[in-house]
Nanobody, 125 residues
Framework: QVQLVESGGGLVQAGGSLRLSCAAS????????MGWYRQAPGKQRELVAAITSGGSTKYANSVKGRFTISRDNAKNTVYLQMNSLKPEDTAVYYC???????????????????WGQGTQVTVSS
């Protein structure tokens, strides 16, 4: 069983900052890429930022220069530092992890994407 638990969401004024955390736990063998997605009301879920196990990153154009993704491989945790927040950043933020479970490795199976439950970020104008 694998769990991803997010924390750090909340209400902030425009121009403010928040830091999201997501810790993966359970029967994990290794984690490949980890990422943050968001979904605003009435919109599709979109990629915000992603980071590989080696530290390579990519960002949505809308957050470049304002958000920073990082990870602590020893803790199986990914972070999203969000600065200069805008009202349009308001959404539910989900973390994801592409990972091998112990069972999958034993069976020679492919890695699977796991998702957190989401954390609300609200930016007021």
């Amino acid at each position: 069983q694998v769990q991803l638990v997010e924390s750090g969401g909340g209400l902030v004024q425009a121009g403010g900052s928040l830091r999201l955390s997501c810790a993966a736990s359970g029967s994990i063998f290794s984690i490949n890429a980890m990422g943050w997605y968001r979904q605003a009301p009435g919109k599709q879920r979109e990629l915000v930022a992603a980071i590989t196990s080696g530290g390579s990153t990519k960002y949505a154009n809308s957050v470049k220069g304002r958000f920073t993704i990082s990870r602590d491989n020893a803790k199986n945790t990914v972070y999203l530092q969000m600065n200069s927040l805008k009202p349009e950043d308001t959404a539910v933020y989900y973390c994801s992890a592409d990972l091998y479970t112990l069972v999958a490795v034993k069976k020679g199976e492919d890695p699977v994407d796991y998702w957190g439950q989401g954390t609300q970020v609200t930016v007021s104008s």
